[in-house]
């Protein structure tokens, strides 16, 4: 490793770094957001009551709505596995490459080519690679059997994405520490390969639990209970969906380091750090074994690193996990939606986050410069605020700042 150290409302103001406890449901919810949405606060409170959840809920200092559960939610299930407690982008992660460069060494005409270099040769947006992939490489690199419950054309287009960016907050960014040396931050997941997965299996559960009547507080909270049939099949397709994850990133970092090596004097380029968000694992807490889902959450048991990142132009954050026994050893996996897509476009033109980035002094580069307001600073929370939540969680280790942003 070559990072070195250098209540029953939904709404509350805490950043103390330790959770606010409310009982809402069946059990409790841990919450260390300091302004938790209405909405999120009754997706969380419909985990609580589910039949299969054990001890408690978190909710991560950036916890924000998504489908069913919350975006930086917790949840410790008895024997079950949710579909939407992962979500669409099954495996979504970020890694870390640290490099030999010093800001002084990447002069801005370096640092704009690189930049343009990595832009045109990582395919962002909804797009797949522009030549045919090689099947049996890729397979071969993935390293796992495709599961019978990976339908062909779900494989087939996804592994024409392998190498893809994506879009919504998916970045690749040039950043730099306090001491001026230069990394690499790249976030994005399993691409359509996860989204197919997750929509397929919701539905199948969904299916099974109306058929059972199953207790649901929720319909999005579909499930299955380990042992069945559906969940020995969505098991064996997500885990093959996060070894895709890897891949993916891996592969944009190849192209990545090959555009250090053209256009810079870069020496050395070292993958230091790669870590999942989106995902489920059997896991052991408070004195039994259970499945701990983490949805745009990240591990962070004592001593391990995680990856923090923030929007786009603040600063992101290198960090050690504490191993919070409340937080189901977990912290943030970023800064967290502060308001919708739709609403971040109508706040702001393209124009004037563009101008913006530039006065921070950052490159931008953008698939669809249309939606570059959807992922602007202000349609999130603030980084700061979100990393002092997190007291008990992390030790922030190294923080980062960005040089260069490419988006889909």
């Known amino acids: 490793m070559a990072i ?75 024997r079950a596995v949710v579909p939407y407690g992962i979500g669409v982008d099954i495996g979504c992660g970020v890694a870390l490459v640290e490099t030999d460069l010093t800001v002084e060494a990447l002069p801005e005409v370096d640092l704009k080519a690189t930049l343009a270099q990595i832009a045109r040769d990582v395919p962002v947006g909804p797009k797949s690679q522009p030549r045919p992939v090689d099947r049996d490489a890729a397979l071969a690199e993935i390293g796992l059997p495709v599961p019978d419950s990976i339908q062909p054309a779900w494989l087939e287009h996804g592994l024409d994405q392998l190498g893809t960016l994506g879009s919504g907050n998916h970045f690749l960014e040039l950043q730099r520490d306090e001491a001026g040396g230069v990394f690499v931050m790249l976030h994005s997941g399993s691409r359509s390969l996860g989204k197919n997965i997750c929509d397929a299996f919701h539905k199948r559960a969904l299916a099974e639990n109306l058929s059972s009547h199953a207790e649901l507080p929720h319909r999005e909270l579909a499930y299955f209970c380990a042992g069945s049939d559906g969940f020995e099949a969505y098991w064996a397709a997500m885990e093959f969906a996060l070894r895709f994850a890897v891949v993916n990133r891996s592969r944009m970092l190849d192209a990545v380091e090959r555009a250090f090596e053209r256009h810079s004097k870069v020496g050395r380029l070292e993958r230091v750090v790669d870590v999942h968000h989106n995902y489920a694992a059997w896991e052991h807490h408070f004195g039994v074994d259970g499945i701990v889902h983490r949805k745009g959450a990240v591990r962070a048991r004592a001593g391990e690193i995680v990856l923090i990142p923030g929007s786009m132009g603040t600063a992101s954050y290198v960090a050690e996990g504490l191993g919070d026994a409340d937080a189901f050893e977990t912290a943030p996996h970023g800064s967290g939606r502060a308001m919708s897509r739709t609403a971040a476009r109508k706040g702001k033109t393209a124009a004037e986050v563009f101008a913006e980035m530039s006065a921070l002094g950052v490159k931008l580069h953008s698939g669809d410069p249309r939606t570059v307001a959807e992922e602007a600073a202000y349609a999130y929370k603030d980084i700061e605020l979100v990393m002092a939540a997190s007291a008990s969680l992390v030790r922030p280790l190294r923080r980062l700042t960005p040089l260069g942003v490419v988006k889909g």
Do not use: C
């Open 4 to 78: 070195r150290t250098s209540s029953t409302t939904a709404v509350t103001e805490d950043v103390s770094g330790l959770p606010v406890v409310s009982q809402p449901g069946r059990v409790p919810i841990k919450s260390w957001v300091f302004d938790l949405e209405g909405s999120a606060f009754e997706q969380a409170t419909n985990l609580s009551n589910l039949p299969f959840a054990i001890h408690h809920v978190a909710l991560m200092p950036d916890a924000h709505t998504g489908y069913g559960m919350p975006i930086g939610g917790v949840l410790f299930a008895d």
